[in-house]
């Protein structure tokens, strides 16, 4: 049957299962925003306050799933608006197709009302984009560009109609989408006899879980694994949950604001286990010093990863799942019983107290307790995002959100609103720093016309207190323009936007507070005010190997 390109694009939308779609209209996408009007009753979308909210909210759609997330917006400015969400996603290893309009084929390169070349501008921050010139390609685009994103490592995929393809038409008909498929071709089988006879071996092995795991869906031959060897085990910030955080072998995070128990475990073991992780400067601190004892065996889906920054002894190739249910069936059940012991009095010796006052480390602590650590938890970037990552006790992948790679400012009140959208029956927290907070905090307005019930909580110090805890630390207390007085008052802003803000300045404060907001089922604002030289420890100074560790 013949069909605008538009009427096209919801239909292959809905052949690769799309529910939803978060983004902002403008004159190029009209024609795609009057079709998508008539397809209301089976594709949602959710209007946001800027396009950069639609960005991250189907950032934080696609990563609580593990399916696409999809966003729209109109041509230039609306498409650069994209750009940071889309770099945030390129990062972390998030499947996305962002869909933008441009202005009609033959004005392109002409320097045209809202015109920019946004193909050119994502090129170093997509897996792939696309423009579609002719009509007659744009089903096979769409279904390119969805297969692209989630196949092998994922990524975000952006894909440009210019206005007069959106409204010419051509012949359509229904396909079944491709099947991702498992990479397993790359797996070799000496390869896992290789490692299994290291692990085998080893008398101090360590493992260190990266998002790979969690992308993979692999934390039940995750956790075997660990079982198996019987070896102590971390996380980067990308791999929360991929090993459940309340099992005693679970040593925290690794690096720069990691526990002194994994730092000193990985620099301190013989055999360094990494899966699925990429070995970022945050979590190996001097390279030339990190693990040196340590023979390393990485495996990961994406060859590039492998010896980029430290170099292994053993690698192995391909999807995380696929290589851990070959690699358990060859290793032998172990014990090291000195080693798991040498870790655990690190872990105990090294505890981290909470502090007097409301703090950061209480209010993340209390907040585990009170969810039972079920809950989908957001951040934006800093202080705030290091104490939640080291505690709250994720049991279980996907329910951590969070800008990893590029550390974006302002996505996790975005990212919270996808994960709502996608989980409504799951209670959803963006926990934010007042500064990261103020970057996107329009997005309160998504939430209210939605009636979509995120709570966010707002560790507030009055400062940007990751930049003034470097400033403290290294600048010899200059504090140059991270002050962020005068105080905003956050209830009236809530309230100004329909929401509910509650403050909270004392311990006895804060359950009844949470309490409250998942009884209201209504968008929430917790205003937590916390001290402004509270610091985030452990932490290890730029440059120094992560065993060089400042406590306080």
């Not at 951590?400 to 209670?427: C, E, H, Q």
Request: proline residues 4%.
């Amino acid at each position: 049957m013949e069909l605008t390109g538009s009427q096209i694009l919801m239909e292959c939308l809905l052949e690769q299962g799309v529910d939803t779609v978060f983004g902002f209209p403008g004159g190029a996408v009209l024609n795609i925003y009057d079709e998508l009007y008539k397809y209301g009753d089976k594709i949602k979308h959710i209007l946001t306050s800027h396009e950069q909210g639609a960005s991250h909210a189907a950032d934080g759609y696609a990563r609580s799933t593990g399916k696409v997330g999809v966003c729209f917006a109109t041509s230039g400015p609306g498409a650069t608006n994209l750009v940071t969400g889309i770099a945030t996603a390129y990062m972390d290893s998030v499947p996305m197709v962002a869909i933008t309009g441009n202005v009609p084929v033959a004005l392109l390169g002409k320097d045209s009302f809202q015109e920019v070349d946004i193909t050119g501008i994502t090129m170093p921050i997509t897996k792939h984009n696309f423009i579609v010139k002719d009509v007659k390609d744009l089903a096979k685009v769409v279904r390119d560009a969805f297969f692209i994103a989630q196949e092998g490592r994922p990524g975000p995929v952006l894909i440009d109609i210019p206005k007069d393809v959106s409204a010419n038409k051509t012949e359509y008909s229904y396909q079944e989408p491709k099947k991702i498929e498992r990479r397993i071709d790359d797996i070799l089988d000496k390869d896992i006899k290789e490692a299994a006879k290291l692990i085998n071996k080893a008398k101090k092995p360590f493992v260190f879980v990266g998002g790979g795991a969690v992308i993979s869906d692999a934390n039940a031959e995750v956790t075997e694994l660990i079982e198996k060897i019987q070896a102590p085990a971390a996380c980067s910030l990308m791999g929360m949950g991929a090993f459940s955080g309340e099992h005693p072998l679970y040593t925290g995070m690794l690096g720069m604001h990691g526990s002194k128990a994994s730092n000193i475990g990985v620099t301190n073991s013989d055999l360094l286990i990494v899966v699925g992780a990429r070995f970022s400067d945050r979590v190996i601190g001097n390279s030339t010093k990190f693990a040196k004892r340590a023979k390393v065996i990485h495996i990961d889906i994406d060859p590039a990863e492998v010896n980029k920054n430290i170099a292994t002894h053993q690698f192995i190739i391909g999807d995380i799942k696929e290589v851990l249910i070959r690699l358990n069936k060859e290793i032998k059940q172990q014990k090291h019983e000195e080693w798991i012991e040498e870790i655990n009095e690190l872990k105990d010796k090294y505890r981290i107290s909470q502090g007097e006052g409301l703090t950061g480390q209480f209010i993340i602590e209390k907040l585990n307790e009170i969810t039972k650590g079920e809950a989908i938890i957001s951040t934006e970037v800093g202080q705030h995002q290091m104490w939640t990552a080291q505690f709250y006790k994720f049991k279980r992948p996907k329910q951590f959100l969070s800008s990893g790679g590029l550390g974006t400012m302002g996505y996790g009140l975005g990212a919270s609103i996808g994960a709502k959208v996608a989980n409504p029956d799951i209670p959803v927290f963006n926990i934010a720093g007042d500064g990261s907070f103020r970057m996107n905090l329009n997005e309160i307005m998504t939430a209210v016309r939605y009636n979509i019930p995120i709570i966010g909580i707002i560790i507030n110090n009055s400062v940007l207190g990751m930049v003034r805890q470097w400033q403290t630390l290294f600048y010899e207390e200059r504090y140059s323009y991270t002050n962020l007085n005068p105080d905003l008052d956050y209830v009236k802003l809530a309230d100004a936007f329909g929401a509910v803000g509650i403050n909270v300045t004392k311990k006895e404060e804060f359950e009844p507070a949470i309490m409250q907001a998942i009884s209201l089922k209504r968008p929430v604002i917790i205003n937590c005010v916390i001290d402004k030289d509270v610091k985030v420890y452990p932490m290890v100074a730029p440059g120094a190997a992560i065993d060089e560790i400042i406590m306080d």
